[in-house]
């Protein structure tokens, strides 16, 4: 893929995933282009039911529709499509603050991010609902603790990204899930990543939100155990042959002290149970040793896929030696 003009500014793409938002898409179009005056505004109609699509138009987005319904079916399509330097992506529903989307753009560009979150900052309890609050806290323990770092809003749909982070992010997800694969992808290859709090708003009188909370967060954590068997196979794997040790062990006491006492193994069926247990065991610990190569393979090849890509300091670089070798003018920075 050619590489965009040295002499143009980088260019900036913001992707509103929409789902029924007549009511607020339009505001939230021209906030976003009020913000970002030089950036292209793509709002993705997911099979909405309402006139999503011609009010976004109308407000001056460029519009597509992805017909599979869910956040992450919305996003892989988008990811694929759209060609930019730096891309914004927040919901259609006016809740993020997208006065802050410049400044998070020109940190991701000034200090060479590859993401930046918009943690959700609320004042009002219609925006962010208590259950949220505590199943967003929990699951950051989760991932914090599986991939030895987490982020303080894992769920945050307000970010902004890199084109090296979009080109090599394998896109899974389906649903709500999306936010969590983003982030996991970000901790697993080390990028560099920033949280800046911001504003996040209740919802316009009449809109609704699409998330339900328990249904989306058991497909969540499913998600991220999926993950976990994916990307940690020996701790997963070895963890369930432990399990399968240790009661294996425990089932056996009586086993041995019958047979201390009498020279006899009466209890077969214990001690064949606790014998099967310690053959499942070990079977799982070296699956687990198994895939461990192949995860280490695959995280090496997302890795090759994500240095393929020039990081933004490096075309500005790049911009200033040909500046200096030609007399012509290096891409500006963000205005």
């Not at 793409?13 to 030089?38: G, K, S, Y």
């Not at 011609?54 to 407000?59: M, Q, S």
């Not at 989760?142 to 770092?149: E, G, M, N, Q, R």
Request: hydrophobic content about 45%.
């Amino acid at each position: 893929m050619s590489r965009p003009s040295l002499a143009m500014p980088p260019r900036i793409a913001v992707i509103l995933p929409c789902f029924n938002e007549a009511l607020a898409i339009a505001h939230t179009v021209q906030a976003f282009r009020q913000a970002l005056p030089t950036a292209t505004v793509y709002v993705y109609d997911n099979a909405s039911t309402d006139e999503t699509a011609r009010v976004a138009r109308e407000a001056g987005a460029q519009v597509r529709a992805e017909p599979r319904r869910g956040k992450g079916n919305v996003l892989r399509r988008a990811f694929a499509d759209v060609d930019a330097d730096i891309y914004v992506v927040a919901d259609g529903d006016g809740t993020y603050d997208a006065s802050a989307a410049e400044g998070m753009a020109r940190l991701l560009q000034d200090e060479c991010l590859d993401m930046v979150v918009g943690t959700r900052v609320h004042t009002e309890n219609e925006a962010y609902r208590a259950g949220h609050v505590a199943g967003n806290w929990l699951f950051n323990q989760v991932v914090a603790s599986l991939f030895d770092k987490g982020l303080s809003d894992i769920f945050s749909g307000y970010r902004v990204l890199s084109r090296r982070f979009i080109k090599s992010f394998p896109c899974a997800s389906e649903g709500f899930e999306i936010e969590a694969e983003m982030s996991i992808h970000a901790l697993q290859l080390r990028m560099p990543v920033r949280e800046v709090p911001t504003r996040y708003a209740k919802r316009m009188e009449g809109s609704h939100s699409k998330l339900n909370t328990w249904r989306d967060g058991l497909r969540i954590l499913r998600h991220i155990l999926r993950l976990q068997r994916l990307l940690r196979p020996r701790q997963f794997f070895g963890t369930i042959g432990a399990v399968l040790v240790v009661t294996a062990l425990l089932l056996s006491i009586p086993v041995f002290l019958q047979f201390f006492e009498t020279g006899q193994v009466l209890r077969f069926p214990t001690a064949i149970l606790c014998t099967g247990l310690v053959l499942l065991g070990a079977l799982s610990g070296l699956v687990g040793l198994v895939l461990e190569g192949v995860s280490q393979l695959s995280l090496e090849t997302k890795r090759l896929s994500y240095l393929a890509e020039p990081a933004l300091m490096a075309l500005e670089a790049e911009d200033a030696r040909e500046s200096v070798t030609t007399g012509g003018t290096a891409r500006p920075v963000l205005p």
